[in-house]
């Protein structure tokens, strides 16, 4: 088999590197806005530069991973649609509902695989949590605590084009807590904070740096989400989900950027995780290898497209609430 990948940046350099290395991956053919970028990526994983973003599409490729800037999602979507080739994008589908809905109606017109990459599904403790949960040892979940801590701002470049913290950080959150209880979120409520020395870098951005939301559920359970980009601490993503029965902890390691106050608690780490590509390693890998195999017909798609548009409306609904300073009913998916 062989795969383009679309975009040659940091995240698009990460995948090119791993599809190299995946069995049944005969040849990784990577594409980029910036020719030059491209070249020196192939150059460096042992895969082949094509001209353009476009040349991918013209034939040679079995299947087609995008990890190009999130404006570029919804027609690259399109494009590998109307070439028949099965994609796996990076979150989000499209930064709104209305392009969201072009783009899987342009997939699910053609009948193509698309899995889009919320890579926590794939993630040891978050699976091991969910088989927990789906098996009873927690008994009926009555809270969840997430949390998604970046260690510092991204480039200003990045904050005006993705979506912003709710719609980019805590998306992640939504879809885990779907994926994990089964259940949907029902109603929100969000407030958005900006301080520190890159505040006016997020107010020119018409971004927040740290967040919070309460999020209910169907079944009456309730949720609390956080996300910040200024954890100097280290990058940190847990989630605690607490039942009748027992609490479980995603993300408590000997690496979690966190100092216990306790005499005789846990000392602090040594080497806390510095990223998101450190800590989900072996996610990315694993949910790159499963789209290998729907693509080969040999597992179904674990992530379909339609599962970012669920998360999106959480997020919009939590942007409105942040915006209104008011609880917010979440919008259902359209059939």
């Known amino acids: 088999m062989r795969i383009g990948v679309v975009g040659a940046g940091r995240i698009g350099a990460h995948h090119a590197a791993v599809l190299t290395a995946l069995d049944g991956v005969e040849g990784v053919v990577v594409a980029d806005a910036e020719q030059d970028r491209a070249a020196a990526l192939a150059a460096r994983v042992g ?25 570029a999602h919804p027609a690259l979507i399109t494009q590998a649609a109307r070439a028949g080739l099965p994609a796996f994008c990076e979150k989000p589908v499209a930064l709104d509902v209305p392009g969201t809905l072009r783009a899987l109606r342009e997939a699910d017109a053609a009948g193509t695989l698309l899995q889009l990459g919320f890579q926590r599904r794939f993630d040891a403790g978050f699976r091991a949590a969910r088989a927990a949960l789906r098996a009873g040892r927690l008994g009926s979940v009555h809270t969840i605590r997430a949390v998604t801590s970046d260690p510092a701002p991204p480039p200003a470049a990045f904050l005006a084009q993705s979506g912003g913290l709710i719609r980019d950080c805590l ?4 879809d885990a807590v779907r994926w994990l209880t089964g259940r949907e979120v029902t109603e929100v409520y969000a407030r958005g904070a900006t301080g520190g020395a890159s505040a006016a870098l997020f107010r020119e ?9 309460l999020l209910a559920l169907d ?18 993503v847990r989630m605690e989900l607490s039942g009748e029965l027992d609490q ?3 993300g408590l390691d000997a690496r979690t950027p966190a100092t216990s106050a306790e005499p005789a608690g846990p000392p602090p780490p040594a080497r806390p995780w510095s990223g998101f ?10 949910e790159l290898a499963a789209f290998v195999a729907a693509v080969r017909g040999e597992a179904p ?8 548009l669920h998360a999106l409306l959480v997020a919009e609904a939590c942007e409105t609430s942040r915006r209104e300073n008011r ?3 979440v919008v259902p998916a359209p059939g």
């Not at 998306?171 to 939504?174: G, K, L």
């Not at 951005?205 to 939301?213: F, K």
């Not at 949720?223 to 601490?233: D, F, I, P």
């Open 47 to 71: 895969a082949r530069a094509a001209p353009s973003p476009e040349a991918v599409f013209d034939g040679g490729v079995d299947a087609v991973v995008i990890a190009a800037t999130t404006a």
């Open 171 to 174: 998306v992640h959150d939504f």
């Open 205 to 213: 951005a018409g971004d927040v740096d740290t967040a919070a939301v």
């Open 219 to 236: 079944d009456g359970a309730l949720v609390t989400a956080t996300a910040t980009r200024r954890n100097g601490a280290g990058y940190d």
């Open 248 to 250: 479980w902890v995603v």
């Open 277 to 286: 590509l450190e800590r989900f390693a072996p996610a990315y890998r694993a």
């Open 301 to 308: 798609n674990p992530c379909p497209g339609r599962e970012g």
């Open 327 to 329: 609880p917010v009913r």
